[in-house]
Nanobody
Framework: QVQLAESGGGAVQSGGSLTLSCTVS????????MGWFRQAPGKEREFVAS????????RYEESVGGRFTISRDNVKNTATLQMNSLRPDDTAVYYC???????????????????WGQGTQVLVSS
């Protein structure tokens, strides 16, 4: 059973940075494409970023492009979301997720991801 555990959330002022990490256990990490989603209060969960199994392909939600960077370490079994220039509207619970798929394909459809972490809170104050 694949298990995901996020860490690195917290509170930061607008313009600040946070790094979220997702550690994967119970499976072969290089078989798994990774993604980050978020859910703000009163809103539906939305796609943030994803990365292919190889790490060579990435996708970003338009509002985070140029500010967030997703990466992965296939030795340490971790996926990371570096978040810079944070804004109050980035406030949400952030979830990492895992999907099986093609080696060079990054996915964005929530239904594609079958394993989910418990979420980590990010709070950005103005």
């Amino acid at each position: 059973q694949v298990q995901l555990a996020e860490s690195g959330g917290g509170a930061v002022q607008s313009g600040g940075s946070l790094t979220l990490s997702c550690t994967v256990s119970g499976g072969t990490f290089s078989d798994i494409a990774m993604g980050w989603f978020r859910q703000a209060p009163g809103k539906e969960r939305e796609f943030v970023a994803s990365i292919s199994r190889s790490g060579g392909s990435t996708r970003y939600e338009e509002s985070v492009g140029g500010r967030f960077t997703i990466s992965r370490d296939n030795v340490k079994n971790t996926a990371t979301l570096q978040m810079n220039s944070l804004r109050p509207d980035d406030t949400a619970v952030y979830y990492c997720a895992a999907a099986y798929g093609l080696y060079e394909q990054a996915y964005r459809l929530e239904s594609r991801f079958i394993y989910w972490g418990q979420g980590t809170q990010v709070l950005v104050s103005s």
